[in-house]
């Protein structure tokens, strides 16, 4: 098949991500992917049939990546649709599920899996089994909200308890659900727990990424909500060797955003691009374990870098979201550097440009961990040597508590020309 400069994407997954089934495309090296995304994390988990926690796209099949190799993508443009969603922390209903929640729902009365449900009126027992009418939903909020938003999606205010069942009855109206989603409106439970809260919006993409070698959850392709497939009771689970297929798509860092960068590993024929999980904001950590779920219009480009093997994403923020110590040397900076140089008989200055290397595990020990030995794999040099560059010259974030963190740190140019990325990177910082 010829492949395209653009491919438009309207179709999802049921929540799995499966290297057997045929990808879109193929979009040319260079082309453009544009996409109507679902919301994430709470309209899949309200939604039975769907086997992975989220509704990604369907993954897009990019010409001329091997495995082995890496896909930039470059974020051009994300646009929030949504007017109006809902979310919260999260308490698994008991009896509802095997093993997993988000992925192995059971109706507790008839005992089907994954059953196909339908909308009753409002609230949190609105979801019923199509099969036999029971209350089947496996998450209830123990602290919920309903948040509708300005034209410009600049801000967001929390709804009291009338507006919020107005939305509910209208669910996929005020969320913008695209055509081809399955899943159910979570504004259909009209949480208002909190009222009038004021909120900034600075949306990003939670799920971002490759397809990984073996079929995984979608929500679960990363290493710490991974732990929950190993050895688990259902059809997806696997062992702790086969979680280390993972492309750690699910980063749920909120700095994966509009202008941003991220290198993601290719370990299937054509890599499977695949987007989702947009969120209107949020804290670093997503501590409450889910944020402003939305729909969305995304605008990528993708370029392939062969001979990049990575067993996790690379993240090239914008400068605006670098930490301090990170940010590329001014030229004020520079001078006042080689004065101390020539000072003290240092003979050459190291030129260095900023690089974001993720890391997930279990727990966030475990993703730094992990975050600083993929950094020291990437350029050959030893882990010391990453904890003092990333401890002064950079820093350790969270992206998602429990188990996500950026090891970021300025790079020597000379450690990027070997692998590849001087100018990637030196066109991202140094416009």
């Known amino acids: 098949m010829v492949a395209k400069q653009t491919i438009f994407v309207n179709e999802f997954t049921n929540g799995i991500l499966d290297p057997d089934q045929e990808m879109l495309g193929p979009v040319e090296d260079g082309g453009h992917i544009i996409a109507n995304t679902a919301p994430g994390c709470w309209g899949p988990m309200i939604t039975p049939c769907l086997r992975g926690g989220h509704e990604v796209t369907k993954p897009v099949y990019v010409e001329g990546a091997e495995v082995?190799?890496?896909?930039?993508?470059?974020?051009?443009?994300?646009?929030?649709?949504?007017?109006v969603t809902s979310s919260g922390n999260d308490k698994?209903?008991?009896?509802?599920?095997?093993?997993?929640?988000?992925?192995?729902?059971?109706?507790?009365?008839?005992?089907?899996?994954?059953?196909?449900?339908?909308?009753?009126?409002?609230?949190?027992?609105?979801?019923?089994?199509?099969?036999?009418?029971?209350?089947?939903?496996?998450?209830?909020?123990?602290?919920?909200?309903?948040?509708?938003?300005?034209?410009?999606?600049?801000?967001?205010?929390?709804?009291?308890?009338?507006?919020?069942?107005?939305?509910?009855?209208?669910?996929?109206?005020?969320?913008?659900?695209?055509?081809?989603?399955?899943?159910?409106?979570?504004?259909?439970?009209?949480?208002?727990?909190?009222?009038?809260?004021?909120?900034?919006?600075r949306p990003f993409l939670g799920q971002l990424g490759t397809t990984p070698s073996r079929k995984f959850p979608d929500s679960h392709n990363a290493g710490d909500f991974g732990q929950f497939l190993i050895n688990a009771p259902h059809e997806y689970g696997l062992s702790k060797e086969q979680l280390e297929e993972r492309t750690d798509g699910h980063m749920d860092i909120n700095r994966v955003r509009e202008g941003a960068i991220v290198l993601c590993p290719v370990k299937v024929?054509?890599?499977?691009?695949?987007?989702?999980?947009?969120?209107?904001?949020?804290?670093n950590g997503e501590i409450a374990g889910h944020t402003t779920d939305v729909a969305g219009i995304v605008s990528l480009q993708v370029h392939v870098i062969k001979g990049l093997k990575l067993e996790g994403p690379i993240l090239l923020p914008v400068?605006?979201?670098?930490?301090?110590?990170?940010?590329?040397?001014?030229?004020?900076?520079?001078?006042?550097?080689?004065?101390?140089?020539?000072?003290?008989?240092?003979?050459?200055?190291?030129?260095?440009?900023?690089?974001?290397?993720?890391?997930?595990?279990?727990?966030?020990?475990?993703?730094?961990?992990?975050?600083?030995?993929?950094?020291?794999?990437?350029?050959?040099?030893?882990?010391?040597?990453?904890?003092?560059?990333?401890?002064?010259?950079?820093?350790?974030?969270?992206?998602?508590?429990?188990?996500?963190?950026?090891?970021?740190?300025?790079?020597?140019?000379?450690?990027?020309?070997?692998?590849?990325?001087t100018e990637l990177v030196r066109n991202q910082y140094l416009k």
């Open 92 to 201: 698994p209903v008991e009896g509802r599920f095997l093993g997993d929640p988000f992925v192995a729902v059971k109706c507790p009365e008839c005992g089907e899996m994954h059953p196909e449900t339908f909308i009753d009126g409002t609230g949190p027992e609105a979801i019923r089994c199509k099969n036999c009418g029971a209350d089947v939903t496996p998450f209830v909020f123990t602290n919920g909200y309903t948040i509708a938003f300005d034209p410009d999606r600049k801000i967001g205010v929390t709804l009291n308890k009338a507006a919020a069942e107005k939305v509910a009855t209208d669910g996929k109206k005020y969320m913008s659900t695209p055509e081809n989603s399955v899943q159910n409106p979570i504004v259909t439970f009209a949480p208002h727990d909190m009222v009038g809260t004021v909120a900034r919006l």
């Open 68 to 83: 082995g190799d890496a896909i930039a993508i470059k974020i051009k443009n994300i646009q929030v649709t949504s007017t």
């Open 319 to 421: 400068e605006e979201d670098l930490p301090y110590l990170a940010k590329p040397m001014t030229n004020a900076e520079k001078e006042r550097a080689l004065s101390v140089a020539n000072q003290w008989g240092v003979e050459k200055l190291e030129e260095s440009l900023p690089i974001s290397i993720i890391g997930t595990g279990a727990n966030l020990n475990e993703a730094t961990d992990i975050g600083l030995k993929r950094a020291a794999e990437l350029f050959g040099i030893t882990i010391p040597e990453v904890m003092n560059r990333a401890t002064i010259t950079g820093s350790i974030e969270i992206g998602r508590h429990p188990g996500v963190v950026t090891i970021t740190f300025l790079a020597p140019i000379h450690y990027l020309e070997k692998i590849g990325l």
């Open 269 to 283: 024929p054509g890599g499977g691009v695949y987007i989702g999980d947009m969120h209107a904001m949020q804290g």
